[in-house]
């Protein structure tokens, strides 16, 4: 049987160099700024050699969050078709070891081969917020946008849980809690059954200058944020210096979250399976021409069915 190297022996013998390239609180501050500006997307950097599988970071996006999560009313509506599945996990808040809708951040184990020996590493997981998001593009209802600095959510009070971000999302992240949203005011047996969620990257601390949770609790600095250009530089710098591999520079066509990992992404074994996505090479799903053409057959119909649903709220918020 192979023997087991830790995270910090491995580090200790190929990965010294590693310290240097971590970003400073100054580019926290940077990028908080930026938010502002809103001149170019926010990036953030995940130095998987530095993470040491705490879970602090999914704790503090627990405690940031808990507003935004789900309160389903029970018994839910009977669903037509049957098949339309009822997806509860309001019994099941406290998992962790996977995505789901109240917990939008896992850590996921990963194990390697080293010389020989087993590295065992631990990866920060949660939606990638690419570039261009086709949970956003090819949303029916207009409930999924990107915000001027790259960061993609989905509004809970439009969703109508019909799952196509999930569908069209290659890491399949966004998940679904039935008994939640606008369908059950307006079409509580046909519609998509809940509402769906996922990582929002903290928009409201970004909006007033703050930078998200998890990067701010993390006691061993595994993730920064800051301008996408600076954020591919740094993450070519730190793969250089340590001899690392890159991950959401090119898949889906670019994302807004880069991982840098000390062995190549095809040689590590996750566990993966339904909330644990795969690290894998994926093609970009919006230069596929059918969704292309759907997305922008999709655009204005969504727009308007967006304001529809704000309006609604509203109206019933006013009642
Ligand atoms: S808080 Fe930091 S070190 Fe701890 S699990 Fe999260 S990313 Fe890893
Ligand atoms: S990772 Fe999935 S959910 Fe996140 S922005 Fe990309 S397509 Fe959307
Ligand atoms: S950015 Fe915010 S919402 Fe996203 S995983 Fe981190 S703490 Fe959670």
Known sequence: MASKISRRAFLKGSFTAAGSVAVSSSVVKAAASL???????????????????????????????????????????????????????????????????????????????????????????????????????????????QEPNGLSRIDADICLGGSKCKAVCPWNVPQRQTGVGLYLDILPSLAGNGVMYKCDRCYQRLEKGETPACIEICPENVQTIGPRSKMIKQAHALAKQTGGYIYGETENGGTNTLYVSPVSFDQLILETGKGQPAMEEVENMMADGSNLARAMLIAPIAGALAAFGKFYKRVKEED
């Not at 997307?41 to 530095?50: F, G, N």
């Not at 339309?84 to 896992?106: A, G």
Request: aromatic share 8%.
């Open 35 to 145: 938010a502002k500006e809103e001149t170019e997307p926010l990036v953030t950097l995940i130095d998987i050699s530095k993470c040491i599988g705490c879970e602090e970071c999914v704790y503090a996006c627990r405690e940031s969050d808990v507003a935004k999560y789900p309160a389903p009313e029970k018994p839910f509506p009977k669903m037509f078709p049957k098949r339309v599945p009822v997806q509860d996990w309001s019994d099941k808040r406290d998992e962790t070891d996977r995505l789901t809708p109240y917990n939008w951040l896992f850590i996921q184990p990963a194990t390697a081969m080293v010389n020989g020996e087993e590295l065992e590493l631990t990866i920060p997981r949660r939606c990638m917020h690419c570039e261009n998001p086709p949970c956003v593009k090819l949303c029916p209802w207009g409930a999924a946008k």
